[in-house]
């Protein structure tokens, strides 16, 4: 049964209906996710050249597309936190984040590699991402704790 609006103590909201916060952060898990996949086609998936650099073959990656890339993974994390505001999603948020960037990854990694080495940058993709980006969204949440969109303050 819905609360009165007069019986609402001073300076809160009539209760409604809540938004099912469960619903909101798995769809930003499964956005996270897919805008991760998507980074590394953007950044990353284009690129399978080796460069020779002081007769070393090096690559396939150059240093500024693992940063970009990087950067704009952990930056849709960062907004998917703020947009769901609940400490609890930080776990399930950096591992969506994690298996979409890695998911991809894998797929190209394993069909262009005969030593199967491939599954220990799997291995340090998984746990190192997670770490980091689990890291990055509990410093998110804890900063962003308490703040809604709206005031407070009675009015």
Do not use: K, N
């Not at 609360?3 to 209906?17: Q, Y």
């Not at 947009?83 to 262009?112: I, N």
């Amino acid at each position: 049964m819905p609360a009165d609006d007069a019986t609402a103590p001073a300076g809160t909201a009539p209760a409604g209906p809540r938004p099912r916060r469960g619903a909101r952060t798995a769809a930003a898990a499964v956005c996270l996710a897919l805008v991760s996949a998507a980074m590394w086609f953007a950044w990353l998936g284009w690129d399978d050249e080796y460069h020779l650099v002081d007769g070393v073959a090096q690559g396939p990656y150059r240093t500024w597309q693992v940063v970009g890339c990087g950067l704009c993974v952990a930056a849709a994390g960062v907004v998917a936190q703020v947009l769901v505001r609940v400490p609890w999603a930080v776990p399930l948020l950096a591992a969506a984040a994690v298996v979409g960037f890695a998911v991809p990854w894998s797929v190209h990694a394993a069909s262009t590699d005969d030593s199967g080495l491939w599954v220990v940058g799997l291995l340090f993709l998984l746990v190192g991402g997670g770490t980091g980006l689990t890291m990055l969204l509990g410093i998110t949440a804890l900063a962003t704790r308490g703040r809604s969109g709206r005031s407070s303050s009675p009015a």
